[in-house]
């Protein structure tokens, strides 16, 4: 599974972990560089969630707010169609 966190973070799951991945230009060409592991999709979601929030260009309270609204719909979809896709796995 292959979750896209905005255009500069990803959630992406192997057969161990679930792993945090950063775009990182290399050579002048986009690659896809991990910086932390998790043992579950919660854990990862939320750092996913934490890492928008600090790296957010807010500069007022208001943008801070809008952007944390964002953030959170943002983190209820990755779940939406996390059980959605453990359900139909079940299914199958």
Same mark, same amino acid.
């Given at each position: 599974?292959?979750?896209?966190? *905005?255009?500069? =973070? /990803? ?11 950063? &775009? @990182? ?24 969630? *934490?890492?928008? =929030? /600090? ?11 809008? &952007? @944390? ?24």
């Amino acid at each position: 599974m292959l979750i896209p966190w *905005g255009d500069e =973070i /990803r959630i992406r799951d192997t057969a161990e972990c679930w792993q945090l991945e950063m &775009a @990182v230009k290399r050579k002048g060409e986009r690659e896809w560089k991990v910086f932390k592991y998790f043992k579950s999709l919660s854990d990862a979601v939320g750092e996913a969630c *934490g890492c928008a =929030i /600090r790296l957010h260009p807010a500069t007022g309270l208001k943008d801070a707010i809008e &952007a @944390v609204d964002q953030i959170a719909a943002n983190y209820a979809r990755v779940f939406d169609e996390a059980l959605d896709d453990v359900e139909s796995r079940r299914a199958a």
